[in-house]
């Protein structure tokens, strides 16, 4: 992108059409180089004996130089005309952040991995934002990262302009994958996609898990709740969600039709207090899991005290759960450090009248 320092580059100016489409041209360069040209082995000229009627200790080879004197000059070659990136429309108008995570998911070859996973959500039932695919993708394979907490004003939404610095970060990820052309990210994000689906869902399964993705994509702050302007700990930012936020936001500050008082059934704002509000005998099992339970973390997992409750999010089913962490709100698998560190789970549906046990 230009500009070996980070003033003449301009981390912080806008990311123009142009730019990305030079940027896209370029890892499209490095990860899908041109197949090399095969040239066509030199003719042998040597006559075979058996044909002519020559003997065999006497080969006749023919001199094309003697009969032929152009064939000894090879014909001019053509100058190679070097690719170039396209010319795009409005070359210097901004593009958004979306915009940049979906053309680099493109480059990786993983547009048909979004795809899956927007039309696994729909086929359930759920209607997703037309970004949902991509940064679902962009977030699996690492392309999206948390600024500190003293810099969330930097956190940019998916509709906001991008910035050079967001799309050097993302390219730099990419060229670390330490390949050309293929690697274990894009091959685990696409046999992920493959297998994503999810249960058959209720009424209100749906509702709270169409909101909950809704949010794919939004930044982490630091205490945010809000898709909006907000201040947490006198931080300004545009807007995101820490892990108790997010679900704050998807229980608690979204008003539902009909909800029976769902609202009330979280009453602590933390992640501690959401956790301690049902006692053992409610906790839900692991196996127990059903869609839009909440779902909490701790260092010991299911031994986990209360107090070292630390992380949670929203399941969402076939082992997969929702949630804001370092890459933002975005789908995970619960397996791994998730699941060695999963805790125990609730059930807010169940508490609010509106979905068996």
């Not at 952040?97 to 759920?126: C, K, P, Q, Y």
């Amino acid at each position: 992108m230009g500009g070996a320092a980070a003033g003449p580059f301009r981390p912080q100016s806008p990311l123009t059409r142009q730019a990305l489409a030079d940027l896209a041209f370029g890892l499209d360069e490095v990860l899908a180089p041109p197949a090399p040209v095969e040239l066509a082995p030199p003719a042998d000229t040597t006559t075979d004996p058996a044909a002519t009627g020559e003997t065999a200790t006497d080969p006749v080879t023919t001199d094309t130089a003697a009969t032929d004197p152009a064939a000894t000059t090879p014909a001019p070659a053509e100058p190679a005309v070097p690719a170039q990136p396209p010319a795009v429309t409005r070359p210097t108008a901004g593009v958004s952040m979306a915009t940049l995570d979906a053309r680099l998911v493109s480059a990786l070859g993983l547009s048909g991995a979004a795809a899956e996973f927007a039309r696994a959500a729909n086929e359930a039932g759920i209607p997703v934002p037309g970004r949902f695919g991509t940064e679902v993708v962009a977030r699996l394979v690492g392309l999206r990262t948390n600024h500190p907490a003293a810099l969330d004003g930097l956190e940019l939404l998916p509709n906001d302009p991008a910035t050079r610095a967001e799309a050097a970060y993302s390219a730099a990820q990419i060229l670390g994958f330490g390949w050309l052309g293929n690697g274990w990210q894009t091959a685990a994000a696409q046999s992920l996609a493959d297998s994503f689906a999810l249960p058959q869902l209720d009424a209100w399964q749906r509702r709270i898990l169409a909101v909950a993705f809704s949010k794919v994509g939004m930044p982490y702050i630091w205490g945010g709740t809000s898709d909006g302007r907000e201040a947490p700990f006198g931080v300004d930012s545009r807007g995101g969600y820490d892990c108790s936020g997010f679900v704050w936001r998807v229980y608690k500050l979204q008003s539902y039709p009909g909800e029976r008082g769902l609202a009330s059934t979280l009453r602590g704002r933390t992640t501690y207090e959401m956790s301690v509000e049902v006692g053992p005998s409610e906790r839900i099992h692991f196996a127990q899991l059903q869609p839009a339970d909440v779902i909490f973390f701790g260092a010991h997992g299911r031994a986990s005290s209360s107090a070292e409750v630390d992380h949670m999010g929203i399941y969402v089913g076939n082992g997969w759960f929702v949630h804001s962490s370092g890459y933002g709100v975005a789908l995970a698998q619960l397996t791994g450090w998730y699941r060695q560190q999963f805790a125990w789970g609730r059930r807010p549906l169940q508490e609010a009248g509106l979905r068996a046990g």
